[in-house]
């Protein structure tokens, strides 16, 4: 099979490897789609976690099972899934208490095991048993199942800090996960989102922000917020940005009570903020983190991509062959593409039955 595989920093190569066996315990799916994540972009350039070198990437994954180990009674042959990255150890503290997101020794599809920038991916017993696979729903297509790894993490997010009926809500940050942070506020009864934004306007105008604001001169743009939540502040900002210098604003554009989340990492060397305590202290403001998603975690996004709330077409913007994955992640980064997906048959020569060069896979989508 075909696979792109991280060689070391900013190296990926597409190469010809076996096709992996069936594991005992496990199941071998047929990748469709393979999303490329914000995270992805980052290990490209900065290297796998943990040093993991000639690995394959990818773990936003959708495909159809094609063989199933005897123990697997959960899936049949056919069976179309869903696959997010996280595999917890199920023995550590927090494991033991349901915070699988928290794990020890936690491992990842697409670093720890190989990942679904490959024509097919096989997930041993672990990952059956303590990651995450799901079936997608009858009535989805692939590219969104593929999509819902992505909204699974912004959905536990907004559960954690409880964006409720009413809230105003401002999102910092114009990016991918800006713009579902805003289709998720939305549905969940948000009553003015305020967006700020930098360089990805024209995208994020798109989800139809009530205000999208240029933070480029972050006073002015304050100033203009606190215009809009009656001199209160908002009750609730989400930091979607991958820095700190936006974190000294939030405080000044959050109201008395309100809560900050901060979404997302930062490079690890700019990772120090300097926060004003006396507007913590004083205003009794909650600054908090959000990261991955528990147990529930996939199958929530699956069900709200299916109902609808979340308009996956609009984020998908291109689906790119192997050959093309740093292209792709090229896109994500200059903001040319909000969501981008790996086809790993586009363009190959030896198609799998069913398989339209125009439209993908066109069988049960
Ligand atoms: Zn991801
Ligand atoms: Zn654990």
């Known amino acids: 099979m075909r696979a792109a595989i991280f060689k070391d920093i900013e190296d990926i190569r597409v190469e010809e490897v076996p096709q992996p066996k069936c594991p005992e315990g496990g199941i071998l ?21 943990d040093g993991v070198k000639n ?27 869903a696959m997010a990255p996280d595999v917890s150890c199920g023995e550590c503290w927090y494991c033991k208490r349901g915070l699988v997101n928290l794990c020890e020794n936690h491992k990842m599809l697409g670093t720890h095991f190989p990942g679904g920038y ?10 059956m048993t ?13 590219k969104h199942a593929a999509f819902a790894e992505t909204c699974a993490a912004v959905i536990a997010c907004q559960k954690r800090i409880d964006v409720s009926l009413g809230d105003d809500v401002v999102i910092i940050g114009d990016g ?76 000044r554009i959050v109201r008395k009570r309100g809560k900050i989340v901060i979404y997302g990492g930062v490079p690890k060397d700019k990772e120090i903020s ?34 609808g709330v979340i308009h996956a077409d609009m984020h998908i913007n291109e689906v790119v062959s192997l050959d093309d994955v740093v292209k792709g ?11 981008v997906l790996i086809d790993p048959w586009k363009d190959n020569p030896a198609l799998p039955e069913k398989y339209d060069i125009k439209k993908g896979f066109t069988c049960t989508r």
């Open 130 to 142: 303590r990651g995450f696979v799901e079936p997608i729903p009858e009535s989805m297509t692939y």
């Open 176 to 251: 991918p996960v800006g713009c579902l942070h805003l289709e998720i506020a939305r549905a969940r009864g948000a009553k003015k989102i305020i967006m700020l934004a930098r360089d990805k306007i024209k995208l994020a105008e798109r989800f139809r922000p009530d205000y999208l604001i240029d933070n480029l001169d972050v006073n002015a743009a304050t100033k203009r917020i606190l215009e809009l939540t009656d001199g209160r502040g908002a009750d609730i900002v989400i930091l979607a940005l991958p820095t700190v210098v936006v974190q000294d604003q939030a405080l």
């Open 329 to 339: 992640m090229e896109m994500i980064q200059t903001g040319k593409a909000l969501k």
């Open 118 to 127: 490959a024509q097919f991916i096989a997930l041993p017993d672990e990952v």
């Open 274 to 307: 300097q926060l004003n305590s006396n507007l913590i202290h004083y205003n009794e403001i909650e600054v908090t983190g959000s990261f991955s998603y528990s147990a529930t975690g996939l199958s929530d996004a699956l069900s709200a991509l299916n109902s």
């Open 55 to 81: 690995q394959i990437m990818g773990h936003e994954i959708a495909g159809k099972i094609i063989e199933v180990s005897p123990s697997i009674t959960r899936f049949k042959v056919g069976d179309r899934v």
């Open 29 to 49: 799916v047929e990748v469709h789609y393979c999303g490329i994540c914000g995270g992805d972009v980052r290990n490209y350039h900065n290297g796998l976690k």
